[in-house]
């Protein structure tokens, strides 16, 4: 993926100019939502904190602008005003002709980077929840969704991206992280969350001792982390040989709350003393990297060889590791723009002198950091050493 700047993302009808079109939408709802997505900041603070944590090239390159924060949450008069707007200029919605929605959120585009403010941030939100990417729909409805006191609409998007019977059918990998992580915010319970959460047959051969995968937020069912799966078998052919093989390798609920971090801490803690293993290497992905980071720390204080982590929220103020209980390197291994992130809210970089950053030649994509492809077209294995 290639990022497009935001005065040509919306001109393209393209995968990269819809991820580009998606970050952009997830940052103006960091920019509009900022005075009660960070209550404890300030707008103001909560704004440059976002950019902070956004690699500054990677703000220039996709050319977003930035918006004052609105004074308060649209209320549900307002809120009917805008989409009514919208159902009067394309009444079918989702099931209007692809050409007309994208024309439709590509004149909503132009007038709000004509004149970028909250008002036209909000229209262009509404505009993109009927956009044809189901990338671009579900970042709309995460940005639209924080701005409103009753969240409903969003939740409708999210959910139906998420349904294997949606309009786009099953969502790809990024589109699921992606609607998953928006939709746990604002309906944690939803069942369209339930299928990502299910434990999966444990496959394995003999244990090993040294090296295990922690897999992250509703990725309990995926495959890539499991023996026999892509990308723990890439490792234990090509980078750690004692990978951890048995079916009783350690998992998690995956669910997206502190809660479930902090009880997968303690599990990951019990686990290690049942198995005796000693300072074993770990790579995390996503928020399961949080959850290694956490069990580091007093009381659990697991001691670990080396930590990798890979494509982590940051979130210093409640996870970051007890260094004295990491005996080698800690490396975070990331990628440009990562939507996934924005839309959780953590920071893209940790920017401490213990961690090792290395941001990979991959743009937008939150699970290419355990695609054995790209860690072969990167040499990651290089940059772990």
Known sequence: MNPIPASRAYLEDSPDANLSQAVMLVSLGRFVGARWLAPKRGAEAAQEEFIDGFPAEDFATLGIPRVEAAARRLGGGEDLAIRGRLAERVPEGLRADARRRFDETRRAAERFLAKPEPGGALELMAACLVHPSPHTRVAAAWAYGVCLADPAIAVRVLADVLSPEGKDGRPDALAEQMAATALAQFDPKHPALARLLVPGERRGGRPSSTSLVVHGTFARTSSWWQPGGDFHGYLKSNVAPDLYDAPDRFEWTGEYNDDARGEAADGLAAWHAAHGHV???????????????????????????????????????????????????????????????????????????????????????????????????????????
């Open 279 to 385: 300072e074993p290497d770990i790579y995390a992905h996503s928020h399961g990297a949080n959850v290694v980071m956490l069990a580091t720390n007093a009381p659990r204080s697991l001691r670990v060889g080396k930590l990798v982590l890979l494509s982590c929220p940051v979130h210093k103020d409640k996870y970051m590791p007890d260094f004295a209980n990491v005996a080698g390197k800690v490396f975070s291994i990331r990628v440009h723009a990562d939507p996934v992130i924005f839309i959780d809210g953590g920071r893209q970089r940790f920017r401490d002198p213990s961690i090792t950053e290395h941001t990979l030649d991959v743009w937008f994509d939150h699970s290419a950091t355990h695609d054995p492809a790209v860690w072969q077209s990167e040499n990651v294995p290089a940059k772990i050493v």
